[in-house]
């Protein structure tokens, strides 16, 4: 296992700890662990690595920052995704996002199967994506159609801060299990 991906399983363990006793991923772990991509991308990569971090930076991160602009999600994951892709690069940070998007929906289909609130997922989830289309469509900005989205305050939320260590975790034992066999 190579220093990049220690680190990131380290951190997305210990956020995801912090994730479910707090209900919330804190800035202390995220900022630093960032900064620490970029300088080591760039310190191991030149200007060319630092370039590939911080767009992978930015390319994990924006999902998240949709959701937590449209739908309520948590900061806090967008910056652990963000940092992430700091340390990973364009590949694995990739598969990292389908990973984490992936786990991320199984879990919260559980998580509402466990809370007895699949129908109201389920049409939150139409909500919100009809709100995106309409809001594409239409050319308008999100702003101006906060009234056909669900309101955030009555959205269940989980820990999503687990879906992004089960995510990292299972790119990393595939990148190590291809780097095992002969």
């Not at 309101?151 to 595939?174: D, E, Q, S």
Request: overall charge positive; some cysteine.
């Amino acid at each position: 296992m190579s220093l990049p991906w220690i680190v990131v399983i380290g951190a997305s363990l210990l956020a995801a700890l912090v994730d479910l006793r707090c209900r919330r991923i804190p800035n202390w772990l995220t900022g630093p662990l960032f900064v620490a991509g970029l300088v080591w991308s760039g310190y191991w990569g030149g200007l060319g690595g630092l370039g590939e971090s911080a767009g992978t930076a930015g390319l994990l991160a924006l999902p998240y920052i949709v959701l937590f602009l449209v739908a309520g999600g948590g900061a806090g994951d967008a910056k652990l995704m963000g940092a992430v892709g700091a340390w990973l690069g364009f590949r694995p940070g990739c598969q990292v996002l389908v990973a984490v998007c992936l786990s991320g929906m199984v879990m919260g289909l559980a998580w509402a199967a466990c809370k007895r609130r699949s129908r109201g997922v389920f049409n939150n989830i139409l909500l919100i994506g009809l709100g995106l289309v309409w809001s594409v469509l239409a050319r308008r900005k999100f702003s101006e159609d906060q009234s056909v989205l669900p309101n955030t305050k009555n959205m269940l939320t989980m820990p999503y801060g687990l879906a992004i260590f089960l995510g990292v975790c299972i790119v990393a034992l595939r990148e190590y299990l291809l780097k095992v066999q002969p």
